[in-house]
């Protein structure tokens, strides 16, 4: 999407420097910089400090970390390592293990010469096939926003309520939640989103930052505000991505996500999950027992980043000194809380039969066959 009229994907290789380009989160919204990754060392720190984020996006930059590794040794040794390596970063988001095994499973039976190259052009394959994904998540998503169209007011908009950021820098482009946003907006239906500020590490400013770069209204609302805005009618429909989701359809996604979910049940508020098919676990039913919670440091939510008025980009403590802080960063919302998945084959129920009808290659087997891409044969929308 756009930054400043200039178009950029959240990521991108450069040749010349033999080295993967990324725009460095931790500054947003606040600044716009740009980062070089030169080794799978840099991408494992770029993971784990979350200098780049969202599940999609941490699988795609996993595979150039992969192909940064084999350039530099491509002995069975070092692709191990690195699988391990970038696989402990961060433990919920399932698209890393996906993209890695896609890269383990490609590069293990060529010899080490040719493995170097094949890394990056799967890489590069791996990074084209997010963007198709999330641009069909966009158009089955946009479907669901005509629907509410005529029951508007001359004039008054589509109310959408999206949590953390889904968007076009969690991904390599167009974002999975905001995708059917900016295709509405694009579209030309009126949209008004309620951007919740996603404590603690606010990650919906940078949802704000990107709709409002795109031109699309919206108000950047605090975590608890979503329940107040349902009851008064003022939502329409909640999109949310995901982090993993079960066979089943259980979606763990940023902490707070539940709480959204709950309300929306309580209001008859239509609660939609944008999923891309890698941020599946077919391996995983019952997403509350089975999916890891990442727990992160506890300065998260005892300090909030911000910039001051004199411009400086800071940490400011908003806790009593020493208050111990506790900080799971995502939660499971159990499929009969979610009303639909928009995925990049059309939108299914929150259900195994839904997802199976989506993605019949997966229903019958042990789950490990997940690595087709956007091209696979699609079958009829489910819902
Ligand atoms: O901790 P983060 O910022 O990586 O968490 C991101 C989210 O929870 C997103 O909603 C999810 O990854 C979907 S991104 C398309």
Partial sequence: MKVNGRHYRSLWWDDHAHALMIIDQRWLPHDFRVAELRTADNCAVAIR??????APLIGATAAYAMALRMKAD????ALDAAWDQLHATRPTAINLRWALDRCRSLLEPLGPPARAEAALALAHELADEDVEINRRIGEHGLALIREITPRKRTGEPVR???HCNAGWVATVDWGTATSPMYQAHDAGIALHVWVDETRPRNQGALTAWELGSH???HSYVVDNAGGHLMQHGLVDMVI???DRTTRRGDVCNKIGTYLKALAARDNGVPFYVALPSPTIDWRVDDGFAEIPIEERAPQETTHVLGRTEAGNIEHVLVAPEGTPGGNPAFDVTPSHLVTGL????GVCE???AGLAALFPEHSAGDGRSG???PDSPAPESAG
């Fill in 160 to 162: 959408l309520l999206t």
């Fill in 74 to 77: 491509p002995s069975n040794g």
């Fill in 240 to 242: 949310v991505g995901t």
């Fill in 350 to 352: 929150a259900s195994a």
């Fill in 49 to 54: 400090e979350m200098w780049v984020r969202g």
């Fill in 342 to 345: 928009i995925t990049e084959r």
């Fill in 371 to 373: 690595d087709r891409g």
């Fill in 215 to 217: 031109g699309i209204s």
